[in-house]
């Protein structure tokens, strides 16, 4: 025991330990901030400007063009946006004719996450 208290570095040993532990430390991050916005059937959407996107249709292929970005428009999708953008607001249960609920909700969600509709408060 004597031999093996002289040849350890007890404060090296201390500190290989306490450097191991605050490794293991999960690193704090900033804050939370819940940016969360819950859409839904009934929620006011406003459509954008029309100077602001495309709508456009060629050979078949249907796009909507914003911000430099050019979406490919499914067809079972094209009659609904369209209805969206014949009205400064709406809800998507207005647009029960041309796509079923569950459908309407990813569709309108999507839009907002691109910043293409806006929720009106």
Known sequence: MEQLRGAIDFDRLIGSFADRVRATRIPRG????????????????SSPAPASYR????????????????YQVSAPVAPGIRAMLAR???????????LDADSRLVLI?????????????
């Open 30 to 45: 900033a804050l939370f901030k819940a940016d969360v916005i819950v859409i839904t059937l009934d929620s006011v959407l």
């Open 109 to 121: 969600r999507h839009l907002v996450d691109i910043g293409f509709l806006s929720l009106v408060r």
């Open 55 to 70: 709508f456009v249709e060629e050979d078949a292929k249907t796009s909507l063009e914003f911000k430099g970005i050019r």
């Open 88 to 98: 400064p607001t709406f809800r998507g249960a207005e647009l029960a004719e041309y």
